[in-house]
DNA sequence: CTGAAAGCGCTTACAG
DNA sequence: CTGAAAGCGCTTACAG
C-alpha cells in the first residue's frame, strides 16, 4: 500500500541510510547517488512517513498556532498571515482554539502539545506564569502576539502611539469632548486585556497634552462586541454634555456606535465624528477612520520570528506603529464649520 | 527529560505492556492493575508520544481541514465550528489554506496529507476528480461542504431552494423588477463555485413562477467581495429601467450595495430593497435581511460526519435548508406604498 | 561516499 | 489478566 524507504532503495540499488540522506538533502552524497534516488523516489510516489521520521528525530516541524477565538476578524487574519509564512517554512499548523476558561485550563493542566508541535504562536491570551511554565515544560519554543513575555519572542504593538493619534487626530479637527470605548474581556473569555488598555492611556495622554480636563464620564469599557459598542454610544448619547466624537478600541465597537447614531437620526460625521481601531475588512464599506495597526503583519513577524527562533536564533521582538488611515467618519465638529445650520 | 512508558511501567511494577493497555482503556486488566499505572502516569506527567503511537498504529488521530481562505467570515466560522467538534472527539486539526492555484496545484501534486491526518474536511472547493483520487490514494477519509462526491460524507446547502425564498420574499412585498448579483471565482481564485449558481437558479424561479419576464440585463455575476457588490450595484443603477429590490448571493455582496446606494442618496429600504445571504455577523448592525444557511452548522454536521466516518460509519450527506431573516433592508416598493411622495 | 545496525517510543499479536 | 518480543518506518552515529 503504502511506499517505504526500503522500496526507494531497491529500486535505486542502495541501502536505506543512502536514501535519507539523499532524500533529505544532507551532504555527503555523491551527486548521481543522490539523482537516482530521487528519481526512484518521484517514480514511487515516496514520501517519507511524518510519525516515523518525527519519532526518529524527535521534531514535529508542526507549530501550533493557539487563539482565543476563531470567528473574528482580527484573529482569522493573524493566523492567515502566521500559517502563510509557517507552511511556506515547511511547518505545518496545529490549530488549537481555546474559546471558554474550561478549555484554557484543560489545555494548559495536561501537555497536550507535548510531542506535537515544536513550538506555538499564541495569539492575544495574557498567559500567566503557570502557562508560561507549561509550554516550556512542553518543549514548546514561544512567539507571543498581544503579550510579552522574557525569553520568548513577541510583536509588540505600540497601541498606546495608537490610542494617542486616534484623539490627536480629533484633537486636530476641533473636538473638545471626545469619548473613549474600550475594550473588556467579557465573563468566560479567554481574550488577554493589557494592549486596549494601552489605547486608553494613549487616548488620556492626547487630551491631557491639549489640556482638556479628564472626564471618566467620557470612558466606557465594554466587551468586544457591535452590540456592546452601540449600547455604550446609546449610553454616551444620554449625557448631560454629550462628546462630539469617540474613539472606539476597535472597529466592531465603531460599527455599533455608528448603527446607534444613524439609528438616532444623527449624522457621521456631520453630527458625530468616529475613529475606530483595525481596520477591519469591513471598515472601507462604512467609510470609517481607523487605526491600522497591521493586523497581517502581526501574523507574519510572529510566525517569522518563531520560524528562526526554532533554527536556533534568539528571541526577537517585533515592533508595529499603528497609523491612522482617514475615511469619511471624521470631520470638524459642527459648531466650527461655516455654512452649517 | 520525557517520560516514556518504561518509567510509568517500572513506578507501578508492571510490564509496558500492560502500562499502554491500561492507559488506553482497552478492557482485560483488572481494575487495581489499570488504577495504579493510571495513578503512576499522572504522578510522573505522563502522556504517550504522538508519533510513537501514530507509527504503531497507523492512525495519526488528526483531520486536516483544507479552506480556499481563511480571512473571509463564512470559512473562519465553518472552521470554528468543525475544529470544536473535532477537538471535542480528540483529534487534532491540521489547517490547510490553499489560496492560490499556486498553492492548490502543489498540495494535490504530493501526498502531502499522507501519514499525516486521517482525514479530510475540505470546505467550498469543488475539487477535480483527480484531486480527490489523490486524497483518497493518500487514504483520507472525506467530508465535504459546499460539494459533493460519491462516497464522500458531505453536507448540502439547498441553495435553490434559498435563492427562491429570498426573491419569493421580494415578490411578495410587491417588487417586479428584481435584481441578482451572484458570485463568480476571481482569476487566480480556488474557489469552488457550484452552490452559487443554485442560488441563481432558484432566483430564476420564482421570477418565472411570479410570470415576470426573464430579464438578463438584471442578473450579475461578480466575485464576493464589498467592492464587487458595489460596482455591479452601480452598474444597476444605471440601466434604463432600474430594479426596485436585489437578492446578492452574499452578505458582502449586499453590504457593497449598500453602500452604493446611500452613497447615490438612496435609502434602504425606502428607495431600494435588498436581501442578502449568509447571515454574516455584521448583517444585524446594517439591518440586513438575508437568508441564514447555518454556516456554523455546516462545519459542525461535515465534522461529525467525519468523525463518524473514521469510525467506520457509512458516509452521511446532511442537509441544511436556508431561511429568511427579515430585518430592516426590504420593504414594498415605493408606487405600493401609501403616504410615498 | 556508502552500508549495517541500533534506536526513537509506542502497540499488539502471541503465549502463558 | 499480564509479559516478552516483534514491528511500525524512519534517522544517525559508527565503520569502512
Redesign the interface.
Known amino acids: 500500500m503504502?511506499v517505504s524507504v526500503q522500496a526507494v532503495a531497491d529500486r535505486a540499488g542502495v541501502s536505506i541510510s543512502t536514501v535519507s540522506r539523499a532524500l533529505r538533502g544532507v551532504p555527503g552524497i555523491s551527486q548521481t547517488t543522490r539523482k537516482r534516488v530521487r528519481d526512484a523516489a518521484v517514480e514511487l510516489?515516496y514520501?517519507a512517513?511524518?510519525?516515523?521520521s518525527?519519532?526518529a528525530t524527535g521534531r514535529?516541524r508542526?507549530v501550533a498556532?493557539v487563539v482565543p477565538?476563531?470567528?473574528?476578524?482580527f484573529?482569522?487574519?493573524v493566523?492567515?498571515a502566521a500559517?502563510?509564512v509557517l507552511?511556506r517554512e515547511g511547518y505545518?499548523?496545529?490549530?488549537?482554539?481555546l474559546?471558554t476558561v474550561e478549555l484554557r485550563a484543560g489545555f494548559f493542566a495536561?501537555?497536550r502539545l507535548?510531542?506535537?508541535s515544536d513550538g506555538a504562536l499564541v495569539v492575544a491570551m495574557q498567559l500567566g506564569s503557570e502557562e508560561l511554565a507549561s509550554l516550556e515544560a512542553q518543549g514548546q519554543v514561544l512567539a507571543l502576539v498581544g503579550s510579552e513575555s522574557a525569553g520568548a519572542s513577541s510583536v509588540r504593538v505600540e497601541d498606546r502611539i495608537g490610542g494617542r493619534a486616534a484623539a490627536r487626530h480629533l484633537i486636530n479637527l476641533g473636538h473638545e469632548r471626545i469619548a473613549f470605548v474600550g475594550l473588556r474581556a467579557g465573563p468566560g473569555s479567554t481574550l488577554g486585556g493589557v494592549p486596549p488598555a494601552e489605547r486608553l492611556l494613549g487616548y488620556r495622554e492626547a487630551l491631557a497634552e491639549a489640556g482638556f480636563p479628564s472626564d471618566p464620564g467620557l470612558e466606557h469599557v465594554v466587551e468586544n462586541t457591535?452590540d456592546a459598542g452601540?449600547a455604550a454610544m446609546a449610553a454616551l448619547l444620554t449625557a448631560e454634555e454629550p462628546p462630539t466624537a469617540l474613539v472606539a478600541a476597535s472597529d466592531e465597537i465603531a460599527?455599533?456606535a455608528?448603527?446607534t447614531l444613524r439609528g438616532a437620526g444623527l449624522s457621521v460625521p456631520d453630527d458625530f465624528s468616529i475613529v475606530g481601531y483595525d481596520n477591519h475588512?469591513?471598515a472601507?464599506?462604512?467609510?470609517l477612520t481607523t487605526m491600522d495597526h497591521g493586523v497581517a503583519e502581526q501574523g507574519r513577524l510572529a510566525a517569522e520570528a518563531l520560524v528562526a527562533a526554532l533554527a536556533g536564533a534568539p528571541a526577537a521582538v517585533g515592533r508595529i506603529e499603528p497609523r491612522l488611515v482617514v475615511r469619511g467618519s471624521t470631520a470638524p465638529p459642527r459648531r466650527l464649520r461655516a455654512g452649517s445650520r
Open positions: 503504502t510516489g514520501v512517513s511524518p510519525s516515523a518525527r519519532l514535529t508542526t498556532v477565538l476563531l470567528t473574528k476578524w484573529f482569522a487574519e493566523i492567515a500559517g502563510r507552511s505545518d499548523v496545529l490549530l488549537t482554539e474559546s495536561s501537555p507535548h510531542g506535537r457591535v452601540a460599527f455599533g455608528m448603527a475588512e469591513l472601507g464599506v462604512v467609510g
